[in-house]
């Protein structure tokens, strides 16, 4: 019997995003979250049938769409150590801007950037 329920270094509860350019998807993560490429299953016409990448702590899973799962636009809320850095890092990988990173009335700064495959991803680094 396994020692744990789940892999190892893999948190309880991962996003999973179905998108139209799952490669292009990954590539934007790697360059504007620094995220690490887990795993690659290939599907047909070279989409990608199931991937995973960690971003800091948190592994996040991504599909291409297909027939029957449609490309479905998402949200995902992921704090960095610095929020401009990575807003900028995100606009120069491609990404349009939701909100540039604005402190309001809460602890955090916070910006959005969506990337190509339609997901938005919002970005935080807590200052106060």
Wanted: glycine residues 8%; proline residues 6%; charged residues 25%.
């Amino acid at each position: 019997m396994p020692t744990s329920y789940k892999p190892h270094g893999y948190n309880s509860a991962s996003p999973y995003l179905v998108v139209d350019g799952a490669d292009g998807t990954i590539e934007f993560l790697k360059t504007a979250f620094d995220a690490i490429e887990l795993q690659r299953v290939p599907g047909e016409n070279g989409r990608v049938r199931h991937a995973e990448v960690r971003i800091d702590d948190t592994v996040v899973m991504i599909a291409d769409c297909v027939e029957g799962w449609p490309a479905v636009p998402s949200h995902v809320h992921v704090y960095v150590p610095d929020v401009d850095a990575t807003y900028q890092r995100a606009l120069d990988a491609g990404a349009t801007s939701v909100q540039e990173p604005i402190k309001k009335d809460d602890a955090d700064k916070r910006g959005g950037i969506k990337d190509a495959g339609g997901t938005t991803w919002w970005i935080a680094t807590k200052v106060e």
